[in-house]
């Protein structure tokens, strides 16, 4: 059975399985029910009458939605759509009855109105039996998907998660490892979570989209948004199944791909790996998760293509050149971090930058150069810590102790005010997801139609 491995202590969420266990995907398909489409029109109804970015009745009915139910209607959803096939090569018209997969009569132009086809449309669809005969088809159907889809992550951001009891036989369970300080703490079964269900969902309906009527505006804001949602919440193990359905949808977009690379290089961070490196997991259960030199070779491999995409993704030049610094190309690491100074216009960025920039230096011997980029790290942000440090620790290699000593007194003498970010560096693992609610917000818009 699929598990989950949750750590509360550090919000980091990853995924392992079970050996010789079949995978659960989402969602399953199911047996249709007697009524022909009734989940489906139901599920459109919701989708029709839902206010994007509103906690409304209709998100809280998709909530209650289960994976059965979910299944059900993306099933129901090719059939109708396969349909419109068949009546188009079959030359009948929208009069014209079509059976369901039960053998159920239903007429052509109901089935074109479920799917928010126009008349019109439909009679072209039907007619024309060139490639432009399906372009307003595709089009209405893809605009429903993307409406769907947007359901479904509000569905997932502003709708509290729904509490359910899980049977011992409930096909939907999963069992959950839970652990604290390192170490397994139990495993019990319970649902899968309401944010992975929905946002996954949402997944597969774009995915359709991405086939029918490809939107270019519309995958990358859905992908985009959804992954920087995931990004800056820490629910890295739902990232990484969406980064993975993203790369496939969209193999060359740099966002994506510089997502990707942020995600390895945080599951390669000394706060992830302590956790996994010390997990005593009971057995038949493993995690999915590399050590530090093949998740940062993972991070460095995403960062360099993406940046091959779009030399201009100033952040993404900046965490590769902290990648190749981890990995021991020095010289590289500070080709890369000098090229991206003077492009970058952000105080946090100068800020980071200017860190691995004198970490490149220092591993390379230059001393006195790295010290002047600490020193510039320390004026962008007086308080913080880090630079205080790292300068302390490069004062006592060249057998300064004072210098040493005076710096970690400079740090000391800052009072500590936990709700103030003194140190991007303390962020580091969001801080390129800050603009996590201005992606939810245009993602929102596109796919309402507003910014069509």
């Given at each position: 059975?699929?598990?989950?491995?949750?750590?509360?202590?550090?919000?980091?969420?990853?995924a392992?399985?079970a050996?010789?266990?079949?995978?659960?995907?989402?969602?399953?398909?199911?047996?249709?029910?007697?009524?022909?489409?009734?989940?489906?029109?139901?599920?459109?109804?919701?989708?029709?009458?839902?206010?994007?970015?509103?906690?409304?009745?209709?998100?809280?009915?998709?909530?209650?939605?289960?994976?059965?139910?979910?299944?059900?209607?993306?099933?129901?959803?090719?059939?109708?759509?396969?349909?419109?096939?068949?009546?188009?090569?079959?030359?009948?018209?929208?009069?014209?009855?079509?059976?369901t997969?039960?053998?159920?009569?239903?007429?052509?132009?109901?089935?074109?109105?479920?799917?928010?086809?126009?008349?019109?449309?439909?009679?072209?669809?039907?007619?024309?039996?060139?490639?432009?005969?399906?372009?307003?088809?595709?089009?209405a159907?893809?605009?429903?998907?993307?409406?769907?889809?947007?359901?479904?992550?509000?569905?997932?951001v502003?709708?509290?998660?729904?509490?359910?009891?899980?049977?011992?036989?409930?096909?939907?369970?999963?069992?959950?490892?839970?652990?604290?300080?390192?170490?397994?703490?139990?495993?019990?079964?319970?649902?899968?979570s309401?944010?992975?269900?929905?946002?996954?969902f949402?997944?597969?309906?774009?995915?359709?989209?991405?086939?029918?009527?490809?939107?270019?505006?519309a995958?990358?804001?859905?992908?985009?948004?959804?992954?920087?949602v995931?990004?800056?919440?820490?629910?890295?193990?739902?990232?990484?199944?969406?980064?993975?359905?993203?790369?496939?949808?969209?193999?060359?977009?740099?966002?994506?791909?510089?997502?990707?690379?942020?995600?390895?290089?945080?599951l390669?961070?000394p706060?992830t790996?302590?956790?996994?490196?010390?997990?005593?997991?009971?057995?038949?259960?493993?995690h999915?998760?590399?050590?530090?030199?093949?998740?940062?070779?993972?991070?460095?491999?995403?960062?360099?293509?993406?940046?091959?995409?779009?030399?201009?993704?100033v952040?993404?030049?900046?965490?590769?050149?902290?990648?190749?610094?981890?990995?021991?190309?020095?010289?590289?690491?500070?080709?890369?971090?000098?090229?991206?100074?003077?492009?970058?216009?952000?105080?946090?960025?100068?800020?980071?930058?200017?860190?691995?920039?004198?970490?490149?230096?220092?591993?390379?011997?230059?001393?006195?150069?790295?010290?002047?980029?600490?020193?510039?790290?320390?004026?962008?942000?007086?308080?913080?810590q880090?630079?205080?440090?790292?300068?302390?620790?490069?004062a006592?290699?060249?057998?300064?102790?004072?210098?040493?000593?005076a710096?970690?007194?400079?740090?000391?003498?800052?009072?500590?005010?936990?709700?103030?970010?003194?140190?991007?560096?303390?962020?580091?693992?969001?801080?390129?997801?800050?603009?996590?609610?201005?992606?939810?917000?245009?993602?929102?818009?596109?796919?309402?139609?507003?910014?069509?």
């Amino acid at each position: 059975m699929p598990v989950r491995l949750l750590n509360p202590i550090l919000a980091l969420v990853f995924a392992v399985t079970a050996a010789l266990a079949a995978p659960a995907g989402l969602p399953r398909q199911v047996r249709e029910p007697g009524a022909a489409w009734a989940e489906l029109g139901d599920w459109l109804s919701l989708v029709a009458t839902h206010s994007p970015g509103e906690r409304d009745r209709a998100a809280d009915e998709a909530a209650r939605l289960s994976n059965d139910a979910l299944g059900a209607i993306l099933d129901q959803l090719q059939q109708a759509r396969g349909r419109l096939d068949e009546a188009r090569t079959s030359r009948l018209r929208p009069t014209s009855s079509i059976a369901t997969r039960d053998g159920r009569p239903v007429a052509v132009a109901a089935v074109g109105h479920l799917l928010t086809v126009q008349p019109e449309a439909l009679d072209r669809f039907l007619s024309d039996r060139s490639t432009g005969g399906r372009t307003d088809v595709d089009a209405a159907l893809g605009r429903l998907l993307g409406r769907a889809a947007l359901l479904h992550a509000d569905v997932a951001v502003v709708v509290p998660p729904m509490l359910r009891l899980v049977r011992d036989d409930d096909p939907t369970a999963q069992a959950t490892l839970r652990v604290t300080d390192g170490r397994a703490d139990g495993v019990e079964r319970g649902a899968e979570s309401h944010v992975t269900v929905h946002l996954r969902f949402g997944n597969r309906l774009m995915e359709l989209a991405s086939v029918r009527a490809p939107d270019a505006a519309a995958l990358g804001a859905w992908y985009r948004g959804v992954a920087a949602v995931q990004l800056h919440g820490e629910m890295y193990g739902d990232a990484l199944r969406h980064l993975e359905d993203a790369r496939r949808v969209l193999p060359d977009d740099p966002v994506v791909l510089f997502y990707s690379g942020t995600l390895h290089e945080v599951l390669a961070l000394p706060r992830t790996q302590s956790v996994v490196q010390s997990l005593d997991l009971p057995p038949g259960m493993v995690h999915e998760l590399r050590g530090t030199i093949d998740e940062l070779r993972r991070a460095e491999r995403f960062y360099r293509a993406s940046l091959r995409l779009d030399p201009a993704l100033v952040p993404a030049a900046v965490r590769h050149g902290r990648v190749l610094q981890q990995l021991g190309a020095h010289h590289e690491a500070r080709t890369v971090l000098e090229r991206a100074g003077p492009r970058i216009a952000d105080r946090p960025t100068q800020y980071l930058a200017s860190l691995f920039l004198g970490d490149a230096l220092a591993s390379l011997g230059d001393h006195a150069a790295a010290e002047g980029h600490y020193a510039r790290a320390a004026a962008l942000y007086p308080r913080a810590q880090t630079p205080a440090l790292v300068r302390s620790a490069l004062a006592r290699a060249a057998g300064d102790r004072e210098g040493a000593i005076a710096h970690l007194r400079e740090t000391l003498s800052h009072p500590v005010d936990p709700t103030v970010i003194t140190d991007p560096w303390r962020t580091y693992a969001t801080t390129h997801v800050a603009d996590a609610p201005a992606r939810l917000a245009t993602l929102r818009a596109i796919l309402a139609g507003v910014a069509r």
